[in-house]
Structures are given as C-alpha cells and as structure tokens.
C-alpha cells in the first residue's frame, strides 16, 4: 500500500485540501470530472498556484491509504467507480461533507475499506471557476477520536489544517449542523451572502430555525442546549460579511442543493421523535423549489 491520498471530487473543499495536502508533499491525486491546467488558491494575503495530479477515469488509479469523500452528499452515490479502486482493506476512506449520517452512506459503496470515518469541516472556501478556489477563512477538521483517525492527523501535518479528534462525534456533527442550517439555505434562497445576518428580522429567523433543531439534536442524543443555538446565530452575525455558502454557489450557478441533507436531516428525525418543526418544514420546502435554479431561472 502506498502512501498515496486521493481527494473525490474538485470543488471547493476537495480543491483546498488538494492544494494543502501537496505543498505539504502528500503524494496527491484529486479525481475529477472537468479537467483544468493549474490550481489556483485565492486567500486575503496571497494567491498560490499548485500544480495538482488529476484523474479523469477511475481506471487511472490504485488503491490509496486516505481517500477524501469531498462530493456533495447528493453525488455520494457517484463516487461508487472511484472508490472501488482506490479502497482497500488498509485505506481509511474519510467522509468531508454536510449533515449527519456519514458512514451510513458511504460504508455500503465501500465495503472493502478498513475503515470510513466521519468528518465535519470548518473552512470557508469558495469555487468560482474550475481550478479556481477563494479561500475566505477556517481550516479545521473535526474527526471521531478512533484508531483510523490518526491516518487523518498524520495526512494533515505540515499543512494549515488543525484535526481534531473528538470522542463525541454526534454532538460535533449536530453541533456544525445547527450553522448549516440557517447560514446555507438563508443565503441560498435570499441570494445574499453572510452580511444578510447582520438583519434583525433575519436574526430572528435564524434563532426559530434552531430551537426548533436543537430539540431533534437533543432527541437524537447530541448535547446541545439554546446557548449552542445563541452561538451560532452571534457568530455569523460577527462573521466576515463577503462569506457565502456552499448552498448559496450552488443556487447562483444553478446547481441542485443540499437541502434534504441539511435541513431534511433535521425534518426527518423530527418525523422520528415526534417533533414539531414548520420552520424547518418551510425551509425545506422553499429550498426544494428553489434547487436547480439559478438567477436565470429565479424570476
């Protein structure tokens, strides 16, 4: 097994830890569907070029030790043909992506991994072009403390990222979760990026949405309480304003959303425990009409 790592998907998330992971000297091959010549990483104090290994067809590579799961939750399915040959039993394959309920869906492409391993991110990256990446803030990974976990900690030395390894996963993943919720689908339907929760009514809004979500959270053993929800309304009031979403880059290009895995996971185990939620219902609804329309299809 070689100490090859291989990145699935080339947005955003996956094209910022494929620029880290190289500089770092990582043996790195990011899999992609639109190929580009050079990798560019805008950030507020510099922009870098990083010349990044790319593989168009699952065919062209081999079994890697890390394998980065960075599609969106909707695509997961799609990344079937890649990780049946980059998994063996000695990879750990690592789920980057929103909501909860990680290994429940990769663990069924990927049988022959050693280990598929939870991940929730913190990093504010923007794609505007193929190749082309604007990183606003943040570089943390959040991993379940676990014995593959260290494959993780040992992949990121040398770069920007600090992991973290937490032995309370479900209240991590609910808890980053509880922003997911108002940041991606406000700013998506709104068209506005972070400066929109500088707004009192928006604020307000912001705040229902939670407490209705941390009551699921609750039900579903995380540990969050009202303070968690008053956090994280403060904070992106306090956020820089030129931050977007991920939710918000997808709705201006005119790509589907991530709706039913952010605020579905919510609606859904509400549906579980018995709890009611018509802000989140409404979300989720309005998110539904709006996924796949951009400003050419929002008039």
Request: charged residues 20%; hydrophobic residues 45%.
């Amino acid at each position: 097994m070689s100490d090859k790592v291989a990145i699935i998907g080339s947005g955003a998330i996956g094209g910022y830890l494929a620029a880290e992971l190289t500089e770092a000297g990582r043996d790195v091959v990011l899999c992609v569907r639109t190929p580009f010549d050079t990798l560019v990483v805008e950030e507020p104090d510099r922009t870098r070029e990083v010349a990044v290994r790319l593989a168009t067809r699952p065919e062209d590579v081999g079994p890697a030790k890390v394998v980065f799961i960075t599609t969106k939750s909707q695509d997961t399915a799609g990344t079937k043909p890649w990780l049946d040959r980059l998994a063996g039993p000695e990879t750990v394959v690592v789920v980057v992506q929103n909501g909860v309920g990680h290994v429940e869906r990769v663990q069924p492409l990927a049988p022959q991994a050693g280990a598929v391993l939870p991940a929730i991110i913190y990093c504010s990256v923007e794609r505007v072009a193929p190749g082309r990446i604007v990183h606003h803030s943040q570089a943390r990974l959040v991993v379940p403390a676990a014995q593959a976990s260290s494959a993780v900690s040992a992949t990121f030395a040398g770069t920007q990222f600090e992991v973290t390894e937490d032995p309370d996963f479900t209240t991590v993943a609910w808890r980053k979760l509880l922003s997911n919720l108002v940041a991606n689908p406000i700013s998506s339907l709104t068209l506005r990026r972070i400066r929109v929760f500088r707004e009192d009514a928006i604020a307000q809004l912001a705040s229902g949405i939670l407490a209705e979500a941390v009551r699921v959270a609750a039900a579903e053993g995380a540990k969050l309480t009202d303070a968690d929800a008053a956090q994280v309304v403060a904070g992106l009031g306090k956020a820089n304003p030129d931050g977007g979403s991920s939710m918000l880059y997808d709705r201006l290009a005119g790509r589907p959303l991530e709706h039913e895995y952010i605020t579905g996971a919510v609606v859904l185990a509400a549906e579980k425990h018995g709890i009611d939620v018509p802000l989140n219902r409404a979300i989720l609804a309005l998110c539904g009409a709006a996924s796949g329309h951009g400003l050419d299809g929002a008039f």
